[in-house]
């Protein structure tokens, strides 16, 4: 008799799915691995049993036999923000989100699905520094989609959409697969404001434990006005890591001194002034997901909310 899922399925899987830029990296390398008696599924693994695997070949039973097989009895965890599409592949028109979702739902059955969200003003002004650092080109207006590149849709289908980041249509999706009760919606501001307490109370909601110190310093450093620029007009002449962006040529090795300059400047000065979106972006942003949020109410607290001036 063939084995399922079902007969499989660990007890109190987590499945923390991201927001990007709500410091999943930050969780990934310096949480979640100190964490006392889990099996955490670390980012290879999560990539090749589940985010690149073919549609046509993809096996729940088999890919959950895998887990299993390597956890030794432990409480599986899994974190990475590629389960929500990443930042340097396009998301279609979310076929690449709801089929993630399904192929978790099919394959861990019954878990706790954890989503940390942040402020759109900010997570996009992340998210385009990100572009850049990867080795973009196009302006905040041609990346985010407020004008698009071609005048044929399908042609703009692969690009990144502004649209992953209505969270309300996401946390919908996981509720109505794993059940409102399973999915827990975070703040990324209350992990800033106070990573300590935050971490503290986390653990206890979600049974978690470590007996060592955590580093709680930021993993990834926002870029300068300046180094913004620098790099999006040197990214022209190297091809790098997203196919999102115009180059002329490529030079061997240019990314690499071009990281390392952009960092040593921006520690250089005093006070960097950090990169920004402009008022026209911003109040794009405002009407966008204004709607969307107030959406958000059976699940967060408003007043949060707009304390940290997410849209509304």
């Given at each position: 008799?063939?084995?399922?899922?079902?007969?499989?399925?660990?007890?109190?899987?987590?499945?923390?799915?991201?927001?990007?830029?709500?410091?999943?990296?930050?969780?990934?390398?310096?949480?979640?691995?100190?964490?006392?008696?889990?099996?955490?599924?670390?980012?290879?693994?999560?990539?090749?049993?589940?985010?690149?695997?073919?549609?046509?070949?993809?096996?729940?039973?088999?890919?959950?036999?895998?887990?299993?097989?390597?956890?030794?009895?432990?409480?599986?965890?899994?974190?990475?923000?590629?389960?929500?599409?990443?930042?340097?592949?396009?998301?279609g028109s979310g076929e690449y989100v709801c089929m993630m979702a399904n192929r978790l739902k099919e394959t861990f059955g019954e878990a706790s699905i954890i989503i940390f969200i942040r402020n759109q003003?900010?997570?996009?002004?992340?998210?385009?520094g990100h572009y850049i650092k990867s080795g973009g080109t196009y302006s905040v207006k041609k990346y985010m989609g407020i004008y698009r590149k071609f005048t044929r849709p399908f042609h703009d289908y692969h690009l990144f959409n502004p649209d992953l980041f209505q969270y309300n249509k996401i946390v919908e999706l996981y509720a109505r697969l794993f059940g409102s009760e399973n999915v827990h919606v975070c703040l990324f501001e209350d992990f800033k404001a106070n990573p300590e307490g935050f971490i503290d109370q986390f653990s206890r909601d979600f049974n978690l434990s470590t007996s060592t110190h955590l580093n709680f310093e930021p993993q990834n450093i926002k870029l300068s006005t300046f180094s913004v620029s620098l790099m999006r007009f040197s990214n022209h002449f190297t091809l790098k890591n997203t196919v999102f962006k115009h180059y002329f040529f490529s030079i061997p090795r240019l990314y690499r001194v071009l990281l390392s300059v952009t960092q040593m400047l921006d520690k250089s000065f005093f006070t960097p002034r950090p990169f920004t979106l402009d008022k026209g972006v911003h109040s794009w942003i405002d009407e966008r997901f204004r709607m969307g949020n107030r959406e958000l109410a059976r699940w967060v607290n408003m007043e949060k909310l707009r304390k940290y001036g997410y849209p509304l």
């Open positions: 008799m063939a084995i399922t899922c079902k007969q499989m399925e660990p007890i109190n899987t987590i499945l923390h799915i991201g927001y990007p830029k709500t410091a999943t990296k930050w969780f990934q390398n310096e949480f979640y691995p100190r964490v006392n008696g889990i099996f955490f599924i670390h980012r290879k693994d999560v990539f090749k049993w589940l985010a690149f695997q073919n549609i046509f070949d993809y096996s729940p039973v088999e890919t959950l036999e895998h887990f299993v097989s390597t956890t030794d009895g432990k409480r599986l965890v899994i974190c990475d923000e590629i389960i929500l599409g990443g930042l340097d592949i396009g998301f003003h900010s997570a996009l002004e992340s998210v385009y």
